[in-house]
């Protein structure tokens, strides 16, 4: 019975995709898709090795002899002579990002434990509204936050953003992390309440160690989404010191935009670090993305 | 929705005691509500001001001459034109590609973690890093592009000129967020149960005939969900063509609803005008996804030929 199940299973497998034609034209077009998007990258830091004048001629052909001329300009030249340095904007970024997560995560942690264990009047308003704030496009909180900003002197400080990113991003994580929580069967908790542990203790020893992947998830998601967000960061923080990352590079295609060997390298220096945190982290990223997507 | 009702695990007798509950609740609530639901009101009752400038700013009500403006302005009919080219090439390159993708990486096996790994790495590079790159291969002289034309034997071509500068701008766009509705789909693929294909073989339904027959109609929510996010992110674009073409340029052609926004409340400081923008966002956007959601829940509608 077993094997024969599993002779059946196979077929099916084998027939997902039948004849060798097929096979062949597909992997062509993956094979095509994934191509195009590592080449770009692959143009790009390429060329950051290069001198500006050998990139107008050819751009195509594996860099023999790489110079460190374009990082040493993105790293250097920025910050004496324009008040702005990418190492700065990365000390901002980690600085605005990093508080953010935090804030979300333990904010956002909080409440989603007791969204999803306390039963209470207005829950399920509660619920609504939360899910309603989704659809709220940044920019259209910006203004009064800009005022309020401005009315407590936040403006070019990162403070100024980390608050509102937090706000922004809090309904997003609540929703995911309530819906780990709900799915944690309860005896364990009714356990420790039996040995006389509190609602804190309870949060703290139980349901935070089994729900550290969700967080993870929500931590990851809130990163990305505040290391990359413009509009948000350029609308509080006006000043250049004060740049993150994002910003920063606006900034230097706007005035740097001719220089093709400082700009691939000023892009390879921003896009790096995440793509080596996507390689690293990518299962919790997909996790989350699909869990938002649908029940958001 | 399924879980708004929480009535089998939240009653034991450690949640009994509901003081607690305050200190969950209010620091977040606080948070969200000073900084999320209050300049959402705010931005509302602003939109019937005129309001001009930062800090000393003057404010005179209006009533609703800011909506009577926005019929009139060229830039919004612009904004609204852009937005809804937006909204087709999402639906037909982004959704419409990523469904191709998606059905091809499930029909396989080897190196099906490679490809969802590729496709999906450029959601996470910011928008702003995105359009730099890009900015240099439509570049005039010495452009990934035009060098790839000249190596053809062909002329050198203005990527970023009146006519092709929005193209320009859906470009990367388009191809940033196939990744994301790739694995949305992929996801929603492989949670089709595995029998329901085995059903279907006895029946003698193979290849193109199963995904339009069964595989389409099962992961149809999904579909749904991404034609949501695709109408609700075409609203809500605002780096990418900031990025390469800043203030609309060229002549204020490729604006979208974000980048005027910020135009007319940052530069042209008309905050109480740059409010009833964001007003009508919101509004446009709640209206499209309920009609995406009336529209598409009949299913007679979906097996229907136009489709």
């Known amino acids: 019975m077993d094997s024969t199940a599993a002779a059946f299973e196979k077929q099916i497998s084998k027939t997902k995709v039948k004849n060798v034609l097929s096979r062949v034209l597909i992997y062509s077009v993956l094979i095509l898709w994934a191509f195009s998007s590592i080449y770009m990258l692959f143009w790009v830091v390429n060329n950051s090795f290069r001198e500006k004048t050998e990139i107008l001629n050819d751009s195509f052909s594996f860099v023999t002899y790489p110079t460190d001329e374009n990082y040493r300009t993105a790293f250097g030249r920025l910050s004496r002579e324009e008040n702005m340095s990418i190492l700065r904007a990365y000390l901002n970024s980690v600085i605005i990002s990093g508080s953010t997560v935090i804030c979300v995560t333990v904010l956002g942690g909080l409440a989603a434990y007791a969204m999803a264990r306390y039963s209470f009047k207005l829950k399920n308003v509660l619920y609504l509204i939360l899910a309603g704030s989704l659809l709220f496009p940044a920019y259209s909180l910006i203004v009064p936050i800009f005022r309020m900003i401005q009315g407590i002197g936040l403006v070019n400080n990162p403070i100024g953003v980390i608050i509102p990113q937090t706000a922004v991003n809090l309904a997003f994580s609540i929703i995911i992390l309530m819906g780990f929580i709900k799915n944690l069967p309860t005896e364990i908790e009714e356990a420790a309440y039996m040995e006389g542990c509190g609602v804190f203790s309870v949060f703290f020893r139980i349901i935070l160690p089994v729900t550290k992947p969700a967080f993870a998830t929500v931590g990851i998601f809130t990163f990305l989404w505040s290391y990359n967000d413009l509009f948000l960061q350029m609308s509080i923080l006006r000043k250049r010191v004060s740049y993150p990352v994002s910003a920063l590079l606006n900034e230097i295609s706007s005035q740097f935009g001719t220089d093709f060997g400082l700009m691939c390298s000023a892009t390879t220096i921003v896009v790096l670090p995440i793509l080596i945190i996507y390689l690293f982290l990518q299962k919790n990223i997909m996790k989350g993305l699909t869990a938002g997507a649908i029940k958001g | ?307």
């Open chain 2, 1 to 307: 929705m399924y879980f708004l009702a929480g009535s089998e695990t939240g009653i034991i007798m450690l949640y009994k005691d509901k003081r607690p509950l305050i200190i969950f609740l209010a620091p977040a609530l606080l948070v969200m509500g000073i900084f999320l639901y209050y300049p959402f009101l705010q931005n509302f009752a602003d939109s019937f001001y005129e309001i001009n400038g930062f800090g000393s700013e003057t404010r005179t009500y209006i009533g609703i001459e800011n909506y009577k403006q926005l019929l009139q302005d060229k830039i919004i009919l612009q904004a609204i034109k852009n937005t809804s080219l937006m909204i087709l090439f999402t639906i037909v390159f982004e959704i419409g590609v990523a469904l191709v993708l998606a059905l091809m990486v499930d029909g396989i096996r080897t190196g099906a973690k490679f490809f969802r790994t590729v496709f999906f790495f450029p959601i996470v590079i910011s928008a702003t890093a995105i359009g730099l790159m890009f900015n240099l291969f439509y570049a005039y002289n010495g452009g990934l592009f035009n060098q790839i034309l000249e190596k053809l034997g062909l002329n050198p071509v203005l990527w970023l000129s009146d006519e092709k500068a929005i193209y320009m701008i859906a470009l990367p766009i388009v191809w940033q967020y196939v990744g994301f509705y790739f694995v949305i789909i992929l996801t929603g693929l492989n949670s089709v149960p595995e029998d329901i294909y085995e059903y279907a073989y006895i029946d003698g339904v193979q290849g193109l005939k199963r995904i339009w027959y069964i595989t389409l109609p099962l992961v149809w929510d999904v579909l749904k969900a991404c034609l949501i996010l695709g109408i609700t992110g075409s609203l809500k674009i605002f780096d990418m063509a900031w990025v390469i073409a800043p203030y609309g340029a060229p002549k204020g052609i490729t604006h979208f609803f974000g980048t005027y926004l910020y135009q007319t409340t940052f530069f042209s400081q008309t905050v109480g005008y740059g409010s009833a923008i964001a007003v009508l966002v919101v509004i446009l956007g709640l209206l499209m996804s309920f009609a995406v959601m009336k529209l598409i829940r009949s299913k007679a509608f979906f097996y229907s030929e136009d489709m």
